[in-house]
């Protein structure tokens, strides 16, 4: 039978990438509800092509355009953000792959997880801000929430097999980004540019962004912290230039399982939807002999302050993450509005985790306040 699936955040790269791998296996996958943020264009073009059961524009100045270009398609089409919550709890789905970005992407995936549907997570940003809540509600649901980030999926699939075996430890691999080795004086000058050009994956500008800070990799440390149920100590960066080692685990009598493959996310967006299964593919193959060195170094804290920043965050626990990810998104969208520098954005962070409301144990409606208040701090910094 055909997997039915919902992919919030259809234009973007995940998204994007994941219809690749779904017009391969039409036997084994369909398209059932397409959200995008703003992208009418392109959402259009794939609802033409893909024929979903729903469509969904979240700006809602964009509902006529959108319904205007489908005019001629039997295709429901709503606008908003209620509507993209809404249809992730669809009963027609079988899956959600949620790559909205940022914290947009909390609501639609908890009412997918209350439906109990199945969740292949490309939202980071959603187990930073509210880990404990998703995941103690996916237990209480009995359903699975798969990470389709290339590391965070390695992890998972190390441990097929490894039920009750103890973790000693995880290693989330970092490429080091395009300013890898560079010292703070050259960061100064960083421009936007520059920071976009990372030298091994295609990404989003937000992504790509966070990666050149190392803020993803403090992101993809809290996200881990959860989905795998880790303590912070657990959870090591080691900065792997080429890419080819996505994450290792490390278990307590000391063996190191490690997932490897050539850089290309279609491949943990194929196992995520695929699961349990392995499927087929024609996807680039990795050949030893076309890497006869893989090196690894210690992350540099001190010159890329924001991943010491996320540890602390992680450690302090309570609604300091979702503040240090609220924080991140506004600054790094003023750093590619040229509205601040690259340093200025670990500056900016800091002092909005210093000044926002530390709540210990938050409930749902504590991490929407948090989020809106430490907008409005970093906001008023960037000024």
Same mark, same amino acid.
């Given at each position: 039978?055909?997997?039915?699936?919902?992919?919030?955040?259809?234009?973007?790269?995940?998204?994007?990438?994941?219809?690749?791998?779904?017009?391969?296996?039409?036997?084994?996958?369909?398209?059932?509800?397409?959200?995008?943020?703003? @992208?009418?264009?392109?959402?259009?073009?794939?609802?033409?092509?893909?024929?979903?059961?729903?469509?969904?524009?979240? @700006?809602?100045?964009?509902?006529?355009?959108?319904?205007?270009?489908?005019?001629? +398609?039997?295709?429901?089409?709503?606008?908003?953000?209620?509507?993209?919550?809404?249809?992730?709890?669809?009963?027609?789905?079988?899956?959600?792959?949620?790559?909205?970005?940022?914290?947009?992407?909390?609501?639609?995936?908890?009412?997918?997880?209350?439906? #109990?549907? =199945?969740?292949?997570?490309?939202?980071?940003?959603?187990?930073?801000?509210? #880990?404990?809540?998703?995941? +103690?509600?996916?237990?209480?649901?009995?359903?699975?929430?798969?990470?389709?980030?290339? +590391?965070?999926?390695?992890?998972?699939?190390?441990?097929?097999?490894?039920?009750?075996?103890?973790?000693?430890?995880?290693?989330?691999?970092?490429?080091?980004?395009?300013?890898?080795?560079?010292?703070?004086?050259?960061?100064?000058?960083?421009?936007?540019?520059?920071?976009? @050009?990372?030298?091994?994956?295609?990404?989003?500008?937000?992504?790509?962004?966070?990666?050149?800070?190392?803020?993803?990799?403090?992101?993809?440390?809290?996200?881990?912290?959860?989905?795998?149920?880790?303590?912070?100590?657990?959870?090591?960066?080691?900065?792997? =230039?080429?890419?080819?080692?996505?994450?290792?685990?490390?278990?307590?009598? #000391?063996?190191?399982?490690?997932?490897?493959?050539?850089?290309?996310?279609?491949?943990?967006?194929?196992?995520?939807?695929?699961?349990?299964?392995?499927?087929?593919?024609?996807?680039?193959?990795?050949?030893?002999?076309?890497?006869?060195?893989?090196?690894?170094?210690?992350?540099?804290?001190?010159?890329?302050?924001?991943?010491?920043?996320?540890?602390?965050?992680?450690?302090?626990? #309570?609604?300091? =993450?979702?503040?240090?990810?609220?924080? @991140?998104?506004?600054?790094?969208?003023?750093?590619?509005?040229?509205?601040?520098?690259?340093?200025?954005?670990?500056?900016?962070?800091?002092?909005?985790? +210093?000044?926002?409301?530390?709540?210990?144990? =938050?409930?749902?409606?504590?991490?929407?306040?948090?989020?809106?208040?430490?907008?409005?701090?970093?906001?008023?910094?960037?000024?």
């Amino acid at each position: 039978m055909q997997k039915r699936i919902a992919i919030l955040g259809s234009t973007g790269s995940i998204g994007t990438q994941a219809l690749e791998v779904i017009k391969t296996h039409p036997e084994l996958f369909s398209i059932e509800v397409l959200t995008a943020n703003n @992208n009418v264009e392109l959402l259009a073009n794939q609802a033409k092509e893909y024929q979903p059961n729903v469509v969904v524009i979240g @700006n809602k100045e964009k509902y006529d355009d959108l319904k205007s270009a489908l005019s001629n +398609e039997s295709i429901k089409i709503y606008a908003g953000e209620q509507a993209i919550e809404q249809v992730a709890a669809m009963s027609t789905i079988d899956m959600v792959l949620t790559s909205m970005v940022g914290f947009s992407g909390l609501l639609p995936t908890i009412r997918a997880v209350e439906a #109990g549907i =199945p969740v292949a997570l490309a939202n980071k940003e959603t187990l930073v801000v509210a #880990g404990d809540l998703i995941m +103690e509600l996916a237990a209480k649901k009995q359903i699975p929430v798969i990470p389709v980030d290339s +590391e965070h999926s390695a992890i998972f699939q190390c441990l097929q097999g490894e039920k009750g075996n103890i973790i000693e430890k995880i290693m989330l691999t970092a490429s080091g980004g395009p300013f890898r080795g560079k010292s703070v004086d050259f960061l100064k000058k960083v421009t936007k540019c520059q920071a976009l @050009n990372h030298p091994n994956w295609k990404m989003g500008d937000k992504i790509t962004i966070d990666s050149a800070s190392l803020m993803n990799k403090g992101l993809e440390a809290i996200e881990a912290r959860w989905l795998f149920n880790l303590q912070p100590d657990q959870i090591e960066i080691v900065v792997h =230039p080429q890419s080819i080692i996505h994450s290792m685990v490390q278990f307590t009598d #000391g063996s190191i399982k490690a997932q490897m493959g050539l850089p290309d996310m279609r491949l943990p967006i194929q196992y995520a939807m695929a699961f349990p299964r392995r499927i087929e593919n024609n996807f680039p193959r990795f050949n030893f002999s076309d890497y006869p060195s893989l090196t690894f170094e210690k992350a540099d804290v001190h010159v890329f302050k924001n991943l010491s920043l996320a540890y602390e965050a992680m450690r302090q626990g #309570g609604n300091a =993450p979702c503040v240090l990810n609220a924080a @991140n998104e506004v600054v790094v969208d003023a750093f590619l509005k040229g509205r601040t520098g690259f340093l200025q954005m670990s500056h900016i962070i800091e002092k909005t985790i +210093e000044k926002s409301t530390f709540i210990d144990r =938050p409930m749902f409606q504590d991490y929407l306040e948090t989020d809106a208040e430490a907008r409005r701090i970093a906001a008023e910094m960037i000024k």
